[in-house]
C-alpha cells in the first residue's frame, strides 16, 4: 500500500470531491480516483459512494479514514524529527481563521516566519467559527484561530491574546468627540448587532445587561465588516474589539471610544484536535504566535500611519 495514496484518499475523504482533493496536493483528477480504485482493490471493499454529490464515505471508508489518519500524523512526527536533527524544518502549514482575526495581523505573522523559514508552504483560510472546528476536527487544517474559544473533548485550546471592546460611532457622531464613556452613556442607542448565533454577540448581551443598559437593535449582520459599513452609514452604534477599527480610525470614518468602569475584552485562541500532535513546522508556527505577540492597535496604527491612507483606502474597498 502506498503512502502516497493514503494521503490522497484522505484529502479527498476531507474534500468530499476528487477535483478538489487533486487541486489541494497538486496531482490530476484522474490519478487521485486512480489511487483511491487502487485501495479499494487491494483491501476488497469500496470505500467511496461515488453516486452521491459530494461524496459520502461508506462504512469502510470511515473506519479506513480514521486509520489512515494515524498513519499520516506518526509518519509526519517521524519525518519531522528526522529533518530536526538537521534543523530543517520544511513542510505544510494549514490554518484557518475567523475573518475578524485581520488579514494584516495575519499576513505580518506569515511574511515573518517564512524569512526564517522559506520552505514551509503557508495555507490560511478564513471561515465562519463553526466552520474553523470542524476544519480542525476532521484535519483539514493543522489548527484554528478563534474568539471566545472553547476547550474541552476533542479540542484544546492555547491561549493567544485579549483584545479590549470599545463603542464604536460614526466620526460625526454626538458621542464622537468623547474617548471615554461609561456604558450606561449609551442606554437606549439604536444598535447594530452581531448574529445571535456568534459567541461575541451572547457575550455583548450578557454585558450589556450586567451594566443595566438596553439598546435599540436595528440591524444584525454576521461579520464584523458589514457592522463597519453600516455603522459609517449612520445605522447605529456596536460594541467591537478594538484592533477591527484601526483602519476606519485612520480613514476618520468611524471613532472607537473606551468604556470606563468595566474590563469587556474578546479572547483569541489557537484551537487544535487534543490527542494530534501539531508538525514540527506548526509548532514553531504556534510559538511564534504566542512569543511575538504585538498588540493589533498600535501594529495596525504604525503601519497605516507608515504607509499613508492611501492604503487604508485600497484595505477598505
Known amino acids: 500500500m502506498h503512502l ?32 483511491v480504485q487502487s485501495l479499494e482493490e487491494r483491501l476488497g471493499v469500496k470505500l467511496i459512494n461515488r453516486s452521491t454529490r459530494p461524496l459520502e464515505l461508506t462504512a469502510a471508508g470511515q473506519v479506513f479514514l480514521s486509520g489512515c489518519r494515524d498513519i499520516l500524523d506518526r509518519f509526519r512526527q517521524i519525518e519531522e524529527s528526522l529533518k530536526t536533527i538537521q534543523d530543517d524544518v520544511t513542510g505544510r502549514i494549514r490554518i484557518s481563521a475567523i475573518y475578524s482575526v485581520g488579514l494584516l495581523s495575519m499576513e505580518r505573522f506569515v511574511k515573518k516566519f517564512h524569512e526564517q523559514y522559506p520552505g514551509i508552504e503557508i495555507q490560511l483560510s478564513y471561515s465562519h467559527p463553526d466552520d474553523v ?37 460614526p466620526a460625526d457622531h454626538p458621542l464622537a468627540n468623547q474617548n471615554e464613556l461609561t456604558p450606561s452613556e449609551i442606554n437606549g442607542e439604536p444598535f ?17 445587561k450586567d451594566a443595566g443598559v438596553q439598546v435599540d437593535i436595528t ?22 474589539p478594538h484592533p477591527t477599527v484601526v483602519r476606519e480610525e485612520v480613514l476618520g470614518t468611524l471613532k472607537a471610544i473606551r468604556l470606563m468602569g468595566v474590563q469587556w475584552v474578546r479572547p483569541l485562541g489557537i484551537v487544535h484536535r487534543r490527542h494530534k500532535q501539531l508538525s514540527i513546522a506548526a509548532q514553531r508556527f504556534v510559538e511564534m504566535l504566542q512569543n511575538d505577540f504585538v498588540d493589533d492597535v498600535s501594529m495596525v496604527n504604525d503601519h497605516y500611519r507608515a504607509h499613508g491612507r492611501q492604503e487604508a483606502v485600497n484595505s477598505n474597498s
Open 192 to 208: 447594530i448587532a452581531l448574529s445571535a448565533d456568534l459567541k461575541i454577540r451572547r457575550k455583548i448581551n450578557r454585558w450589556l
Open 4 to 35: 502516497k495514496n493514503v494521503e490522497i484518499f484522505c484529502e479527498v475523504a476531507n474534500n468530499r470531491s476528487f477535483s478538489k482533493a487533486a487541486k489541494a496536493i497538486h496531482v490530476s483528477q484522474s490519478s487521485a480516483s486512480q489511487a
Open 219 to 240: 440591524h444584525t449582520f454576521d461579520d464584523i465588516e458589514n457592522v463597519k459599513r453600516a455603522i459609517e452609514a449612520g445605522a447605529g452604534i456596536s460594541l467591537l
Open 133 to 169: 472546528y470542524d476544519h480542525v476536527l476532521q484535519d483539514q487544517v493543522d489548527f484554528g484561530l478563534l474568539s471566545f474559544p472553547r476547550d474541552g473533548g476533542e479540542i484544546s485550546c492555547l491561549p493567544w491574546q485579549n483584545q479590549e471592546i470599545v463603542l464604536v460611532v
